[in-house]
């Protein structure tokens, strides 16, 4: 490799309500991100700044809180043109040709809307080309280049019964596979994007590439090709059973409480374990395209001079005390994925995990991380990471939460 001075190349690969405790489980195959783990820096006590997608994903990209965003909770909301952006600090100072593909959810993806239409505000957030899709749901209901091959492949109309199937009593814990095929399965069809547009990446200029998976968001729907790849899984720590302790400390109207009045009994311990089952085999799922793609950038000429970085969006509470989903501010539910590899990675001890010690706020790391690739000669990732603000504020509708 020739040796190149100023930014590195970053390969950004995001996931949606990955809960950061699933990596180092026993019974998890995850050969590619533990393999990763060990090469560079492993954040175990990352927390996102907002329990549900469109706030976390607004903050990770400007840096801001989702109280200073003025979004709090799933909403109708776009980011600003002129917010900040990390990824348009990269290209106006670095020089940086940044590209995006799969799911962002920094435009409401309401019914009817086509999400090619926001190619004029990615590009004043700093990206030159994007391939955007929506999540699972949420697929139902937009169009884009997906949808379009669903169309062109008649199962699009499968797909939208099937999700009405999933919730039509209001509930997500339905555990069945896809009715579509695996080559048209969103994080299957994604790295096959992701595969063309890194061999598209420049080799005379530094660049981003911003790989955005939807999984394992639910539906619990793994395709059944990718199952039965995990040992015996435990059942959820804190039990169902426990949940009456938290009866007594919910706050009257939070988003916890109704979520213990919408399972006031907690979900059945079958569909408990099967979607456990299910969310392990996406896991692995992911493993196997993350590794698809890290082959495929250590191959290229500029390899050894590419950051990589992993993260979720927030986390998934995937049956503890009894409840599903996240929005609330439950350990399962704030915790969040973060991995960072340098390029050519680093042969010093760099696994942070200290259960006792202090917390990392996700927003920061990848605002850390972004620095730490535009700027390495002021100071690599961990140096960066060891002067994070002691406090990570995690806000959710009204209610906020401070860990340290």
Known sequence: MTERSGPSNWLLISVDQWR?????????????????????????????????????????????????????ANAHYTVPPDAPSFVRDLRDQHGVHAVLVGKTH???HTKGIDLRDNL?????????????????????????????RWKEAGVLEAYRADLLDRYHDGCAHMVRPSVLPDALYPDLWLTGVALEELARMPQDRPWLLWVNF???????????????YHGEIPAPEPRPQDAQELRRCAPEGSELARKLQRWPDGLPV???????????????????QIGKLLKAMAARRDGAHTAVSVCSDHGELLGDWGLLLKGCFLEGAVRSLFLHRPPGGRSWPRRLWQPRGRAH????????????????????????????????LVEFAAETLTLR
């Not at 957030?125 to 949420?138: K, Y």
């Not at 939807?214 to 039965?228: L, T």
């Not at 079958?270 to 196997?288: G, I, N, P, T, W």
């Not at 000669?377 to 961990?382: E, K, L, P, T, V």
């Open 20 to 72: 950061g405790d699933w990596l180092h489980q026993p019974w998890l195959q995850l050969p590619h991100l533990q393999g990763m783990a060990r090469e560079g820096w492993d954040v175990r006590r990352c927390y996102t700044s907002s329990p549900q997608c469109i706030p976390a994903r607004a903050s990770w990209l400007t840096g801001l809180t989702p109280g200073q965003l003025g979004v709090t």
């Open 270 to 288: 079958e569909a408990l374990q099967a979607l456990r089952s299910d969310y392990a085999d996406h896991l692995h799922l992911l493993d196997a």
């Open 214 to 228: 939807p999984g394992p968001h639910e539906p619990f729907d793994v395709p059944a090709s990718w199952r039965g």
């Open 361 to 392: 706020g996700l927003t920061q790391c990848l605002w850390d991380a972004a620095a730490a690739v535009s700027r390495p000669q002021q100071g690599s990732f961990g140096q960066r990471l060891r002067c994070q603000d002691p406090e990570v």
């Open 120 to 148: 004029p505000l990615m590009r004043e957030l700093g990206f030159e080309h994007v391939r955007e899709i929506a999540g699972p749901r949420a697929l139902a209901e937009v169009s884009c280049e997906l949808t379009d």
């Open 106 to 108: 920094w435009t409401p």
